[in-house]
Each structure stands twice: as C-alpha cells, then as structure tokens.
C-alpha cells in the first residue's frame, strides 16, 4: 500500500511539472540580440511590428516599423494580410503584448516570429528611433 501512495504521489508530482524548453512557443529574444540580427538581415525578409497604441507609437518608435496596435483589436485584422514565411520581430512597452501579438502569430502557422520586448530597452541598446 505505502509503493503505491509513493508511485501516485510521485506520478501526480511530475505531472504538474513546468513544461519542457522544447515546448516553449514564443521566442523571446533580447534588444542586443535583436540589435544583432537587425544589423544583419534583409529587410525584405522581415518585419518589424509595434503592437502599442497609437500614442505610444506616436511618442515615438523604431524606424522601419509598422505599427499594429494590439488592444484596439488592429493587429488581429491586419496579420491576416501577412506573409506566413517571412520574420517577424514584435515590440510594445514591456514586451507583454508583444508576446501575446507573437503567440496569436504562431498559433496562425507564422512560423519565424520573435518579441524582443520593449520600446525602452530597444532604444537604450542604440536601436535607430524616430521621435
């Protein structure tokens, strides 16, 4: 009796394990990780997407960006009119909605999509801004 409430005890324990890397969906990369493969990249092959509002885009954002505002319900509409193959890297404030931007991406079969976090930490790794 005392094997088996061990053999359900340490059942139920793994059971409730935290998932495994490989089952992780977003890739979550940092503003130098990005600084690296923006210098390095074809911007015909990505896109860089700010999923803010439309005031914290006009306050300022990374050049080269689209803007696609992930509250308003904007973002949804227009990822449908996007290239499954191409990259995507995300950004908002804290990276928050940019995960929950690249995660609604990938559950649509985009396949290379990326949250590099937010617009202050982008900026402060010497990422060309316009203000």
């Known amino acids: 009796m005392k094997l088996f ?3 359900l005890l340490a059942a ?3 059971s409730c394990s935290s998932p495994q890397q490989g089952d992780a969906k977003v890739k979550t990369i940092s503003a130098t990780e990005y600084k690296a493969h923006h ?3 074809d911007n015909k092959e990505i ?7 439309a005031t914290e885009f006009a306050a300022g954002h990374l050049e080269k960006t689209q803007h ?6 904007e973002f949804e509409k227009e990822m449908q009119h996007w290239d499954k193959d191409k990259t995507y890297y995300l950004y908002c404030a804290s990276g ?3 995960g929950k931007a690249a995660k609604l991406m990938e559950e649509a ?3 290379n999509v990326y949250n590099i976090g937010g617009y202050q930490n982008l900026k402060a ?3 060309p801004v316009k203000e």
């Open 96 to 98: 928050n909605r940019s």
């Open 68 to 73: 696609a505002d992930f509250l308003s319900g």
């Open 125 to 127: 790794a010497g990422l």
């Open 109 to 111: 079969g985009f396949k």
């Open 47 to 53: 896109m860089l997407v700010d999923v803010r509002t």
């Open 5 to 7: 409430l061990i053999n």
């Open 39 to 41: 210098e390095k990249i």
């Open 12 to 14: 139920g324990l793994l």
